[in-house]
């Protein structure tokens, strides 16, 4: 792949908008300058979706120099909310960009937007229409047929300008008038087709208050807001494309100083999830999740408190690249892009998930011997830590087997293992209930192997985690999986949803018992439980005394198995 090297030093891929912006620097448009915008509705939480084209567009200012505008298009009075503003503007200063003093709304621009709609009126190139939305759609045509004129279409502008104000005013029902732009009902282009550019809605905003009864549609605004703005390219993903004509319809009519330049990009599916900010209420709604911040969302809320890092998402962004056609990612890449950042800083510790208990029958009852332990292998930096060894340890239950396959290296009687940081151990008996389970293992230690080694050539193939048991801290552990059970949710209409969960998405796993330095974790470290994966503190329900951990990801990594295969 070919890459090159962004100004902050880290190599980031090449894709067909930047080849874009080359050319348009070579010839000095826009006197060669770049400013981009995200332009997110408040009406849901971010999601990784979003998080790629924050990363474009905020990327793609970084890289040339140039700016980037966080704008909130909020057109919609009904579904905005201020909670999913400020949620937005915590998502993208997470993710590590930073608008400066260039935060806008689209409602900011009303009053603008309606002039330049009287001026359409006044080109004659708009029209105030009573037909009922059935009706519009019955003139509107087919991709085959073309549409048919509006009766109202030859409205004189005298009386379009009465009737748009009146509209303003509040003189109208709802639904009883639309304004639209008067272009072409017979364009090949259904969007052409007279589309509608403001309709009549008595409902409160969030920012205007009950200042307008009418509201400008979004194909209207957002080509206008970006030519106030002075953006140079405005970046959408592929569905606006058939808008296009529009957008420039627009600004060539109403011949604003600037004109923005749209250019659309595919938008990023990731399979087993949903992607839509509707689909995404609607789990929220009908508490089918836990909240737009619950671990298995796809939100960058959500990922956050998994305990993935903005640096994973931006690399994955990145990774993903930037195409013209539609796809879809797998999940296992998210999850490889996130265990690869991870891997670089997270503390090693050990944390028995279910434990078993494990005696040591010829260690001294009151002994504790303080090993010492390597912090990270990948960053002899971060040091090392000491952990309490003693008689009584705890095990993963499924580090033992009384009878065991052949090929099996854990535990089993008879068998000696290395515990990590620790001894050889050597399983001596086994203890179990009336019914049969097992309730305790035996052991005898070698005394020589301290530190997981012995000098007398002997080899263990089997090394297993421990925690020493009195000294351990216990907690809850929340282990996560793939929120459905189907590869394409989004194909399924709302009332599916719950049907395919994924039962396991889910995995609480009470008294856990950890290393006693876990007990003072908190929501800015990330672990590394060894062999079992990569953790956080919760940072919602988690209290001192009752620690709850997330695993963001656990160990296995199908996705690096799969480069190796190809020779990445
Ligand atoms: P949704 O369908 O999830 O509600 P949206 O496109 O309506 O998404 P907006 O708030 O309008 O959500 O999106 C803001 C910006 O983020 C837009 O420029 C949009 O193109 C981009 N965006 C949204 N979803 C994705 C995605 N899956 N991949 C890439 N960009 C996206
Ligand atoms: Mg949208």
New binding site residues.
């Given amino acids: 792949m070919e890459e090159n090297k962004a100004k902050n030093g880290t190599e980031l891929q090449t894709h067909f908008i930047k080849q874009i912006i080359d050319k348009d620097i070579e010839n000095n448009k826009n006197d060669g300058k770049v400013h981009t915008r995200?332009?997110?509705?408040?009406?849901?939480y971010?999601?990784?979706?979003?998080?790629?084209?924050?990363c474009?567009?905020f990327g793609l200012a970084k890289e040339y120099n140039g700016f980037c505008n966080l704008r909130f298009?909020d057109t919609n009075p009904e579904k905005e909310d201020v909670e999913y503003v400020d949620s937005?503007k915590d998502d993208v200063k997470w993710l590590g960009f930073d608008w400066d003093d260039r935060l806008y709304f689209a409602s900011d621009y009303f009053d603008k937007l309606y002039n330049y709609a009287l001026d359409l009126i006044k080109m004659g190139k708009a029209f105030v229409c009573d037909l009922s939305g059935k009706e519009m759609r019955e003139y509107r045509g087919t991709l085959t047929e073309p549409g048919k004129n509006s009766p109202y279409r030859d409205r004189t502008i005298e009386e379009n300008i009465s009737l748009f104000e009146k509209m303003k005013n509040g003189e109208f029902d709802e639904g009883s008038k639309v304004l639209r732009a008067k272009i072409d009902m017979s364009s090949p282009n259904i969007n052409m087709r007279d589309p509608v550019i403001y309709r009549i809605r008595k409902i409160d905003h969030h920012r205007t208050g009950s200042k307008w009864n009418v509201y400008p549609m979004y194909d209207y605004t957002h080509c206008i807001s970006d030519a106030i703005e002075g953006i140079t390219h405005s970046?959408?993903?592929l569905?606006?494309e058939d808008h296009r004509p529009l957008y420039d319809w627009i600004l060539d009519t109403l011949e604003t100083e600037k004109h923005p330049q749209q250019i659309e990009?595919?938008?990023?599916?990731i399979n087993y999830t949903v992607?839509?900010?509707?689909?995404?209420l609607y789990l929220v709604n009908e508490g089918i999740v836990d909240g737009w911040d619950d671990p298995r969302m796809p939100t960058i809320s959500g990922l956050r408190r998994r305990g993935v890092s903005p640096g994973a998402i931006r690399m994955f962004a990145d990774q993903i690249g930037i195409a013209k056609s539609n796809s879809i990612v797998d999940i296992a890449f998210l999850d490889y892009c996130i265990r690869e950042d991870l891997n670089k800083y997270a503390k090693r510790v050990m944390g028995v998930l279910e434990p078993l208990k494990l005696v040591i029958d010829n260690y001294p009852e009151d002994k504790v011997e303080m090993l010492p332990a390597i912090n990270n292998p990948e960053d002899p930096e971060m040091g090392e830590r000491e952990i309490p060894f003693s008689k009584y340890l705890y095990i993963e239950k499924n580090d033992f087997m009384e009878d065991p396959p052949k090929k099996y290296f854990r535990l089993s009687p008879g068998k000696e293992i290395r515990l990590k940081h620790a001894f050889y151990v050597k399983c001596i008996r086994v203890e179990k209930d009336e019914a049969g389970n097992i309730t305790e293992i035996g052991c005898t230690y070698d005394p020589k192997t301290k530190g997981g080694w012995s000098d007398d050539g002997r080899k263990v193939k089997g090394t297993s985690h421990w925690v020493s048991a009195k000294h351990a801290v216990s907690a809850e552990i929340r282990l996560y999986d793939k929120l459905f059970n189907m590869e394409n949710p989004s194909e399924l209409e709302n009332s599916e949803l719950r049907g395919n969960i994924n039962p396991e998405s889910i995995i609480v796993l009470k008294n856990c018992k950890l290393e006693p330095s876990l007990s003072d974790a908190d929501d800015t470290i990330n672990y590394q439980f060894l062999r079992q994966g990569y953790f956080v503190l919760d940072q919602k329900d988690s209290t001192k005394d009752n620690l709850v951990f997330n695993r963001t990801v656990s160990m296995r990594d199908t996705w690096a198995k799969l480069m190796k295969k190809m020779g990445k």
């Fill in positions: 995200f332009p997110p509705e408040p009406n849901g971010l999601h990784i979706g979003h998080a790629k084209s924050i474009l567009n298009d937005i970046v959408c993903t569905e606006f990009f595919a938008r990023l599916n992607m839509s900010k509707r689909t995404l």
